[in-house]
């Protein structure tokens, strides 16, 4: 894939929908391409967190860990799903384990550019912001759902 094709691809994301096209050359150019095959993980509950990830094509489970030390789904993520900034923005080590559910093809983000696009762009700050609310909502309710079948 091309720069521009990689680009398009991000200015899909509603997190970097309103950012200028050289920044977007810039996400583009500075991030490495990941695949993944099915059943792998892309980080692990526990472990540092240095990058995020776009899912390009295919789709990942979310999982964490129970007292019990087994693992539940908590959420499935799919082509241009943001995943891994929880650690990097809050500087604390992975709070789930991502797997690949099919084969899996990603666009890594580092820590230091994604910090510099939150800063420059307060809307994209306001995106993560908005989408991190819509999780914790979203697992509260998976939480609820959980705790009345047992």
């Given at each position: ?58 789709e990942a489970s ?89």
């Open positions: 894939m091309d720069l521009q094709q990689d680009v398009d691809l991000l200015r899909n994301i509603p997190l970097f929908r309103n950012i200028d096209s050289r920044k977007l050359k810039l996400i583009a150019f500075t991030s490495q391409r990941l695949q993944f095959k099915a059943n792998e993980n892309l980080f692990v509950q526990g472990d540092y967190g240095d990058s995020a990830f776009i899912i390009i094509e295919g979310v999982l964490i860990y129970t007292n019990s030390d087994t693992q539940i789904e908590i959420a499935k993520v799919k082509k241009n799903d943001l995943v891994g900034e929880i650690a990097i923005l809050c500087d604390v080590p992975r709070t789930a384990t991502v797997r690949a559910k099919t084969e899996l093809l990603t666009l890594e983000i580092t820590k230091e550019i994604f910090f510099q696009l939150v800063t420059q762009f307060p809307e994209m700050a306001l995106e993560v912001m908005r989408e991190l609310a819509f999780r914790l909502e979203k697992t509260n309710r998976r939480l609820q759902e959980l705790t009345i079948k047992t």
